[in-house]
């Protein structure tokens, strides 16, 4: 079991930046991939970042360049970067946690809001 909790969100200008992060308890934590999502209104929730345990990195092609995942296992806690950010940005973001050895995140976090104004 993986408890997780978000926290960083809020209103930023465009242009502007922030940083997300998100604290794990119960469980293992370094074993899990680590994933940011997030869901704006009308539209369908969407993964824009994970790392492994080893650190490695993939980016939803919107953000690339623009956001940085990462995560500290000494401190459970997974770190989402936005920097340049655009109104298009504005959602709720979610951290998300899965075991490597299954397909499907299954432990989720209760989001935190990002409102981007322009």
């Known amino acids: 079991q993986v408890q997780l909790v978000e926290s960083g969100g809020g209103l930023v200008q465009a242009g502007g930046s922030l940083r997300l992060s998100c604290a794990a308890s119960?469980?293992?934590?370094?074993?899990?991939?680590m994933g940011w999502y997030r869901q704006a209104p009308g539209k369908a929730r969407e993964l824009v970042a994970t790392?492994?345990?080893?650190?490695?990195?993939n980016y939803e092609d919107s953000v690339k360049g623009r956001f940085t995942i990462s995560r500290d296992n000494a401190k459970n806690t997974v770190y989402l970067e936005m920097n340049s950010l655009k109104p298009e940005d504005t959602a709720v973001y979610y951290c998300?946690?899965?075991?490597?050895?299954?397909?499907?995140?299954?432990?989720w976090g209760q989001g935190t809001q990002v409102t981007v104004s322009s």
């Open positions: 790392v492994t345990r080893s650190g490695s990195t």
């Open positions: 998300a946690a899965r075991h490597p050895l299954t397909s499907g995140y299954v432990y």
């Open positions: 119960g469980s293992i934590f370094s074993i899990y991939i």
